[in-house]
């Protein structure tokens, strides 16, 4: 076991070769293209609880208010805070709506750069322009979803607000 330790001191590992500094520029845009790649996927996620909230939010309204507004008397006032909160649900399911993100596969890169004829270095850079791609067309997708999400929570403050509107009219009116 001693001989094991004196061995182990003198046969060091052989150190690693220096990168290029191309090289080295890969490393790190490929790590924060990572990192940039985690931070676009919360955003998506967090955009879709915030649509999934105005869904449910509308659906309440909507059965909460919904029967109390439209009556024989005043039917016509009380749609506009229902045909608002359905224009909440619509643009909440667009903000919802699965889209395909269209960069390679995992299995498309491994077959295709596994066996490749080209440098190490060259599949780096490969590589990274591949995770650059997704990255731009999630925060493009991201945009659009936050934009629609935007519109939801305006209609749904409308609804809300019209909705409101509605009783105090109806409640002067059959006063």
Same mark, same amino acid.
């Given at each position: /076991? ?11 590992? $052989? ?69 608002? +909160?359905?224009? +909440? ?28 004829? /080209?440098? $190490? ?38 609804? /809300? ?15």
């Amino acid at each position: /076991m001693l001989n094991a330790f004196w061995k182990s001191r003198e046969d060091p590992a $052989p150190p690693e070769p220096a990168l290029t500094p191309q090289q080295a520029r890969v490393r790190l845009l490929n790590e924060e293209l990572s990192q940039l790649r985690g931070a676009a996927v919360e955003r998506t996620r967090t955009t879709d609880t915030k649509a999934s909230f105005l869904v449910v939010a509308a659906g309440f309204l909507a059965g909460v208010a919904g029967s109390e507004l439209v009556d024989s008397d005043t039917w016509f006032i009380g749609l506009v805070p229902l045909s608002l +909160t359905l224009a +909440t649900v619509v643009v909440s399911a667009m903000a919802l709506w699965p889209r395909a993100l269209s960069v390679p596969s995992a299995r498309f890169v491994v077959d295709t750069y596994v066996n490749a004829d /080209m440098a $190490p270095e060259t599949l780096e850079d490969h590589l990274l322009e591949i995770r650059t791609k997704e990255v731009e067309k999630r925060n493009a997708q991201n945009e659009s979803k936050a934009g629609l999400t935007k519109w939801g929570f305006i209609l749904l403050i409308a609804a /809300m607000a019209s909705s409101l509107a509605v009783v105090v009219v109806t409640a002067i009116l059959g006063a």
